[in-house]
Every structure is written in C-alpha cells, then in structure tokens.
C-alpha cells in the first residue's frame, strides 16, 4: 500500500479504534499513528492464529487495523493508569 493509504486506513482505525475504547478521539495524530501502529499488531495476531493479516485497502485490512488497536489503545490505558469505558 501507499504511504497515503497506511495513513488514511491508519486514521480510520485508529479513530474507530479510540471511539470504542474509551469514546473520545485520542487527536488526530495519534489516531493516525495508533492506527498504524494497530494494523502492525493486528495482522501480526491473525497471523498468529492462522488467518489473513493486512490484505491491501480493504474491509478485512481496517477490521485488522481496528482489533490492533483496540489492543495497543487497551495496553496504553493499562500501562499509564488512565480508564477507558472497557475499563
């Protein structure tokens, strides 16, 4: 993909993301980066369980992305105290 396309697909999610976790924006640029940071984590996982990771700019790919970083965003929010509506 683009460089473009990671930071729109990155965006996305990573706003998506945020909304679900603890339902404000994290801010623009680190939704973008969560985002990225997210679709990394999140094909290395449905890699590790045997299914597709980041298949291009697609549907599945921004599903991937968002359960990435859902997890980063859980971890972030474990690591620096700070409660999100799942937790």
Known sequence: MSL?????????????ASKIVNRSGEGIVIDIVLGIIGAVVGGFLFRAVG???????NIWSMFVAVVGAVVVLVIKHALTGRRGAMG
Do not use: E, H, K
């Not at 473009?4 to 998506?16: E, H, K, M, N, Q």
């Not at 299914?51 to 700019?57: I, N, Y």
């Open 51 to 57: 299914s597709a990771g980041m298949t291009g700019f």
């Open 4 to 16: 473009l396309a990671w930071i729109i697909l990155g965006l996305v999610s990573g706003f998506i």
